[in-house]
């Protein structure tokens, strides 16, 4: 299922990667999605789309996924999206620097906003 909500201006690919065949069928939707957003020219969409693809193709090598995440315009992103962003790369390279921008960006979103989810990214990363 493909849920694009307006409301947060967040794409949410709901997807069970427990088998090789839920996390290919996550895959086709991550890829739907990132043609919903090229038509849409949403790049926010496009961004978390392309990182949801990142995260979950495991085919690729850990390198080759970091390299791509890091290729990404990093000045058109949000704070939350560099956090995001961040995030993803420490979980595919286990880089301490980039568990560290994470959670000095998340601290700060924190502070400023106060949102549950930069709460718990927090703790994630802590």
Known sequence: MLIISKSSTLVVIIFATNKTKKTKEALSYS?????IALELDRKD???K???????LDNSKPSAERVKFLLSLDKDSL????KALLYKAVYKISGSKEFKKKAL???TGLYKKLKYYDYRIAMEELS
């Open 49 to 55: 789309c392309d990182l949801a693809q990142t995260l």
């Open 78 to 81: 949000s704070e939350e999206e």
């Open 45 to 47: 969409f496009l961004f």
């Open 31 to 35: 890829e739907k999605c990132r043609t």
């Open 104 to 106: 000095t960006l998340y």
